[in-house]
């Protein structure tokens, strides 16, 4: 199934981890640590607990990162640009719109929106271009021409999808591990930048 696809047929628990790992891969930009989201992963992975808990870990994520929506500074290490910015921005309000409940229709509006969001900022910041396509059509299926980030990340969200999907519960782990890894992807092609524009 195309990405479009599997958002659209995703339980709760899907589509919550489906916006975390793309927030989570995009926590360099923020200027978080690789631990600081971890608390939400931990309650995905769990049906005990108090309902409220999503909301209270998502206010404490955001005072960890500099929450509060201000757009305008870019994290430590992320070279000034119109696409760093653009990048920044993107990754701050994917936390700001994180619903406070792990349930209903503004859910899986965030998903939707963080996998349009973490695949324009994969495209912003890797140094080859798509030859071809809109974000839409990569989201339906139409991979000719991808750019190497773009593609992983697009695998990635998938991924995550394919692994709630199948597992339920016991599909957060491994979906958390695939977040990793894109999110050291990410940290080292920031790095990369700032490098070159030093």
Do not use: N, Y
């Not at 628990?13 to 978080?32: E, I, Y």
């Not at 960890?64 to 070279?79: I, W």
């Not at 509006?109 to 495209?123: E, F, K, P, T």
């Not at 190497?148 to 491994?174: D, K, M, N, S, W």
């Amino acid at each position: 199934m195309s990405l479009v696809e599997l958002i659209g047929q995703a339980d709760e628990r899907g589509l919550a981890a489906s916006g975390l790992a793309c927030l989570d891969r995009c926590v360099p930009l923020l200027g978080g640590d690789d631990e600081v989201l971890r608390p939400l992963w931990a309650d995905l992975a769990t049906d005990t607990g108090r309902p409220e808990q999503w909301a209270e870990l998502l206010d404490q994520a955001r005072g960890k990162l500099g929450g509060g929506g201000e757009f305008g500074s870019a994290a430590e290490g992320v070279p000034e640009s119109a696409g760093a910015d653009e990048a920044v921005s993107l990754a701050r309000r994917m936390l700001e719109a994180a619903p406070a409940g792990r349930s209903g229709a503004e859910l899986r509006a965030w998903a939707d929106a963080c996998s349009v969001a973490a695949l324009r900022i994969h495209q912003l910041l890797d140094p080859l271009k798509d030859t071809a396509g809109s974000l839409d059509e990569r989201r339906e299926g139409r991979t000719e021409g991808m750019s190497p980030l773009v593609a992983a990340e697009l695998r990635r969200q998938i991924t995550v999808l394919e692994l709630l999907a199948g597992h339920g519960p016991a599909g957060v782990r491994p979906a958390l591990e695939v977040s990793t890894e894109g999110r050291r992807v990410l940290r080292a092609v920031v790095s990369r930048r700032s490098r070159r524009r030093g």
